[in-house]
């Protein structure tokens, strides 16, 4: 069975898609085969692995609301990497949160749609909307371990609070096992804040924190903007080095 992380932070911007993109696409590099999965209705992974959102009819969508009638299999796609699949999702997905929730056992859709497939793939990230919804809590439910990258800055810690709140609530309704790993990104170093943040994040969250930090650089957005991962964009960059290392960290994780 392939281990299966979630990206989740209710926060916008503070580097799910590309946390999800540049690991998907670091573990792919060193020939894992991966498949990411796009959870958000923004498109942001689907974007940073280079599609065009609309492009797709067949989505993550259509595999929450329809998974009889249409197969996980028939909407993964695959990407310029080689080994690194993925699921796409536009807006249409922003409707899935309202026909699910009169559902049973809507919690746990994702997590029944990838279960044919997940022995197709070493691993499987998925990529969380910026909210704590129906569609967050089918990431947390589907996954053995959640990712909450936090950025080093004043404020960043409020909003944890909430998210282990949710993350408690998961284990207790069905995920008992679910590790969380923090994940600091956008690190910089220069700011006043930065060393508080970090002190507080590892009083609270001990050696769940990740030994990596991703810095903050203007290279992602280029990337971004290329609709390449640095891991391909900027090969041999700092942040494309800081994402390698860190997947070192989740393969020992996973053993
Ligand atoms: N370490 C970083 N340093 C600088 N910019 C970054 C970094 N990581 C991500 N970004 C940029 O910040 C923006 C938000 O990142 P994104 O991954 O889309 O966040 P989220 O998915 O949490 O909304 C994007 O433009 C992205 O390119
Ligand atoms: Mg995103």
Redesign the pocket.
């Known amino acids: 069975m392939s281990e299966i992380c979630t990206i989740a ?1 209710q ?10 993109a540049c690991l998907s696409a670091a573990l792919a590099e060193i020939g894992k085969r991966i498949l990411a999965v796009d959870l ?1 209705p923004q498109g ?2 689907t974007t ?1 692995l280079g599609f065009d959102p609309d492009s797709f009819q067949n989505t993550a969508y259509n595999v929450l609301i329809n998974s009889n009638e249409s197969p996980v299999r028939t909407a993964i796609i695959e990407t310029e990497i080689p080994n690194l699949f993925l699921l796409p999702s536009n807006l249409d997905l922003a409707g899935a949160e309202g026909e699910l929730i009169g559902e049973i056992g809507w919690d746990k859709t994702l997590k029944d749609a990838l279960f044919p497939i997940a022995q197709d793939y070493d691993s499987i990230f998925i ?1 969380c909307p ?1 909210s704590l919804g129906i569609l967050t809590t089918n990431g947390l439910m589907a996954a053995q371990t959640v990712i909450i ?1 936090v950025q080093s800055e004043y404020l960043a810690l409020k909003g944890l609070k909430e998210l282990n709140r949710v993350i408690s609530k998961i284990r207790k309704k069905g995920n008992p096992d679910l590790k969380i790993r923090i994940l600091r ?3 910089d170093a220069r700011s006043s804040h930065t060393k508080e943040v970090i002190e507080e994040l590892e009083k609270i969250f001990g050696d769940q924190v990740y030994q990596s930090v ?8 280029d ?2 903007l290329a609709g390449k991962p640095i891991i391909l964009y900027a090969k041999s960059s700092e ?1 494309a080095e800081a994402y390698r290392q860190l997947t070192q960290e989740v393969l020992k994780d996973e053993q």
């Open positions: 932070n926060k916008g911007g503070v580097g799910k898609s590309t946390t999800c958000d942001g992974l940073s990529d910026p990258p990104t956008m690190h991703i810095k903050r650089t203007i290279k992602f957005a990337s971004a942040g």
